[in-house]
C-alpha cells in the first residue's frame, strides 16, 4: 500500500476539505510545490491559483484558493486558505474605508436615526400603555 | 352592539402584534441554527493556526513578533462587536453596560482608550457616550464575511504596531446557550501565553520566503479569525436573545389578550344587565 498522509483545506470561514491523499500540489510563493507523505515540515504562503490533491483512490480534487498559508509536516497537510482577495493595496484601501466611515459617523451628527426611531418607538409604547389605563379605569367605573 | 369599540379594537392590535413577535421568534429560531453550524465551521481554521503559531513560537524563541510582546500599557483599542438591529432583548445593554465599567476603570488609571464599533448598535452607543471610533464597520447581516472585517482589524493592528495603543481586545457576546449569552472581553494583542501552547519537541520549518514574513501574515490572519469568530459568535447570540424576547413578547401578548377579552365581556354583561334592568323598571312604573 502506497504511503498516505491526512490533508485538511480549511478556511476561516468553512472546513473545506478533509481526507486522506497520496499527493497534494500548491501554488506556494516560491514556485508550485507536490507534497508526498513524509516531506520534511515547511512553511509557506500560497498565491491564489489551484490547489490539486490525488486521494488515495487516485481521483483528482480541484480547489481554487485566492491565497492563504501552506503547513506542511511529516504526517499530513494542513491548508489555511484566505477567502478573501488579498493583496496590500487592497488591505490598506479596506482599512482606510473603515476610518473613514468612523470619521463620517463623528462628524455627521444629524442623521441621529437611531435615536429618532427609539423615540418614536417609545412614544407609541407609552401612548398605548395610556389607552390601556383609560380603558381599565373607565371599566373599574362601569 | 356600541359597548366596548374600544376594546375591541384594541385587542385586534394585539393581536396583530403578537402574530408579528411569533414570526419573529420563528425566523430567529432558524437562524440561530444557521449561525451556530457556522461558529462550529469557523473553529478548525483557528485551531490549526493556533498550532502552527504554538510551533512558531517555540522554534523561534529568540525572535518574537512585536504582536507577541507586553509593554506598558497607556492607550488601550477595543474592537465592539454588536448587532445592526434591536429587539433581542438586553443583549447589547448588558455587554455595554460591562464595558463602561471596564472603560472607566481604565479610565480612573490615566488611560485613554480607542474604539472599533462593529455594528450599527455600538456605534451609535459609543458616539453618544463621545468615546474616539477610529474605525466601524456596520451591515455584516447574519453571514459576516472575513473581508468586511479586513479593515477594521487592520486600522487597530497598525495602530498597535506604530506604538498608538498598546493592548488589544475584542469584546462580544459569547454563546453559552439558547438562553445565555456571556458579555466577553478578549485580548487579542500582545497574543497571550495563553493563545499558543508551549511544546517540547526540537525541529523547525523550513519557511518561505523569510520566517518574519511569514510569522506577520499567519499573526495577522489568526486575529482576524478571532474577530471573525466573534462575529459570528455575536450573531448567534443575537438570534437566541431575539427568540427569548419574542417568545416573552407573544406569552405577554397572549395574557393581555386574556385580560382584554375579560374586560369586554364584562363590559357587554354590565350593558346587557343595565339594559334589561331598565325594560324591568320600566315595565313595572307602567
Given amino acids: ?142 | 352592539m356600541a359597548v366596548g369599540k374600544e376594546i375591541r379594537t384594541k385587542i385586534k392590535s394585539v393581536k396583530n402584534t403578537q402574530k408579528i413577535t411569533r414570526a419573529m421568534e420563528m425566523v430567529a429560531a432558524s437562524k440561530m441554527r444557521r449561525a451556530q453550524d457556522r461558529m462550529a465551521a469557523s473553529r478548525p481554521y483557528a485551531d490549526k493556526m493556533r498550532n502552527v503559531i504554538s510551533h512558531l513560537a517555540h522554534a523561534h524563541p529568540e525572535y518574537r513578533h512585536s504582536f507577541m510582546l507586553e509593554r506598558e500599557v497607556k492607550r488601550i483599542g477595543y474592537i465592539v462587536v454588536s448587532t445592526d438591529r434591536g429587539l433581542c432583548g438586553g443583549l447589547n445593554s448588558n455587554m455595554f453596560r460591562a464595558l463602561v465599567r471596564e472603560l472607566r476603570e481604565w479610565k480612573s488609571k490615566g488611560v485613554d482608550i480607542d474604539m472599533c464599533t462593529i455594528g450599527t448598535k455600538s456605534t451609535a452607543f459609543f458616539r453618544r457616550l463621545g468615546s474616539r471610533i477610529v474605525a466601524k464597520a456596520s451591515h455584516l447581516g447574519d453571514t459576516p464575511q472575513i473581508e468586511d472585517l479586513i479593515g477594521t482589524v487592520k486600522v487597530m493592528l497598525d495602530a498597535f504596531e506604530n506604538g498608538t495603543i498598546d493592548r488589544l481586545y475584542v469584546v462580544y457576546n459569547r454563546f453559552v446557550n439558547t438562553m445565555t449569552q456571556a458579555p466577553t472581553f478578549d485580548q487579542l494583542v500582545p497574543i497571550q501565553k495563553g493563545g499558543y501552547k508551549e511544546l517540547e519537541h526540537q525541529w523547525d520549518y523550513i519557511y518561505e520566503p523569510e520566517a518574519k514574513e511569514v510569522l506577520t501574515d499567519l499573526l495577522t490572519r489568526y486575529i482576524e479569525s478571532l474577530v471573525y469568530q466573534a462575529a459570528v459568535e455575536n450573531v448567534a447570540c443575537e438570534q437566541a436573545a431575539r427568540m427569548v424576547a419574542m417568545k416573552a413578547a407573544s406569552d405577554n401578548a397572549g395574557g393581555m389578550i386574556d385580560d382584554l377579552e375579560l374586560a369586554y365581556n364584562k363590559a357587554r354583561q354590565a350593558a346587557i344587565t343595565q339594559e334589561l334592568s331598565e325594560i324591568v323598571g320600566g315595565a313595572a312604573a307602567v
Fill in chain 1, 1 to 142: 500500500m502506497a504511503a498516505t498522509m491526512n490533508v485538511d483545506i480549511v478556511s476561516a470561514e468553512a472546513e473545506i476539505w478533509s481526507g486522506t491523499a497520496k499527493m497534494l500540489f500548491a501554488p506556494a510563493v516560491m514556485g508550485e510545490v507536490g507534497v508526498l507523505p513524509k516531506h520534511a515540515p515547511l512553511l509557506t504562503k500560497i498565491k491564489p491559483g489551484e490547489v490539486r490533491v490525488i486521494t488515495e483512490n487516485d481521483e483528482e480534487e480541484f480547489f481554487y484558493v485566492s491565497g492563504g498559508m501552506l503547513e506542511i509536516l511529516p504526517t499530513g497537510v494542513t491548508v489555511l486558505a484566505d477567502t478573501a482577495q488579498r493583496a496590500h493595496d487592497l488591505d490598506e484601501a479596506a482599512a482606510l474605508e473603515a476610518k473613514d466611515q468612523a470619521e463620517k459617523i463623528l462628524h455627521d451628527r444629524k442623521d441621529d436615526i437611531d435615536y429618532a426611531t427609539a423615540e418614536a418607538q417609545l412614544a407609541q409604547a407609552i401612548a398605548q400603555i395610556e389607552a390601556i389605563r383609560k380603558i381599565k379605569k373607565k371599566l373599574g367605573k362601569a
